[in-house]
């Protein structure tokens, strides 16, 4: 939603955006995206690293890839950095078509990579290894508020005092643009769209920043916090994004939280436009 005016209790916490990229990909095209190398100078990945994992994680991965991309070399070094993994109802298609062979076929026929590359942590867990990132690695989230969820751990993380003891946080918000209908054996009717976002979350501080994240806190209860209308969240502040960071007329944007409290996105006044496309797509 745009951002609107929120008296605050306390001074609003900070942190700014180094890089981003959005991802999406059709059903159909997520086997061959699994070995599809990143784009030109992103880092490479082990080889069929992503052959067992959800469409999510795969989906995730390409969009950090894509965003440290758009970084200068020098700082493409992924070492000092964490990992936010924000997805909605990850694992979900695997995991109905194990149940649905469960009963017929026996336990034998479930795979051992559903628990680890299906589960909560599991985007985190993979961005994690794959790129040789030492931070905390955590999954936030597994529901419809977890963009929000998302936000507001990365934030909290990179903020003084926060924890994390790193030089930034890759926030990977991922979901599918309309949810899956599954057929009687667990397999998805028609080719439904993933999506990804990924954000480099750092301290207020960083000067390579061009858009700024805070977290307000009203002294009165937003009118509808969390549970309100469904709503394209993940969508919105990715297109938010690019055009906040476009140099476009939009120069903010905000995405109320299931308790009171609201997180803005905002371009920063120095900010130019980037001269290369900001989307990417399978």
Do not use: Y
């Not at 667990?186 to 390579?208: K, M, N, S, T, Y």
């Amino acid at each position: 939603m745009p951002t609107r005016p929120t008296t605050t209790s306390s001074p609003p916490v900070a942190c700014g955006i180094g890089a981003h990229a959005f991802v999406e990909a059709r059903l159909t095209q997520i086997g061959p995206l699994r070995d599809r190398p990143g784009p030109e100078g992103s880092p490479p990945l082990p080889p069929r690293f992503l052959r067992h994992c959800d469409e999510q994680t795969v989906v995730g991965m390409h969009a950090v890839l894509a965003a440290i991309a758009s970084l200068p070399a020098e700082r493409r070094v992924c070492e000092r950095h964490g990992v936010v993994a924000a997805s909605c109802q990850a694992g979900r298609i695997v995991t109905a078509s194990s149940l649905a062979k469960l009963r017929p076929q026996g336990a034998v026929s479930i795979s051992p990579h559903i628990v680890p590359q299906c589960s909560l942590h599991s985007v985190a867990g993979a961005v994690s290894v794959a790129l040789g990132m030492h931070g905390p690695n955590v999954g936030i989230g597994g529901g419809p508020d977890a963009v929000a969820e998302g936000l507001f751990t990365a934030i909290s993380l990179v903020r003084p005092g926060g924890g994390a003891d790193a030089d930034g946080v890759w926030l990977v918000a991922s979901d599918w643009a309309e949810e899956p209908a599954l057929d009687e054996t667990g397999a998805a009717i028609g080719d439904p769209v993933c999506r990804a976002l990924a954000l480099f979350v750092q301290p207020a501080a960083a000067e390579a920043a061009s858009l700024e994240l805070t977290i307000h806190f009203p002294t009165e209860p937003l009118a509808s916090p969390g549970g309100g209308e469904a709503s394209d969240v993940l969508g919105d502040f990715a297109r938010a994004a690019a055009m906040c960071a476009g140099g476009g007329p939009l120069a903010s944007w905000a995405v109320e939280c299931p308790w009171p409290a609201e997180i803005r996105l905002t371009r920063r006044a120095a900010w130019a436009a980037p001269s290369r496309p900001l989307r990417e797509a399978a």
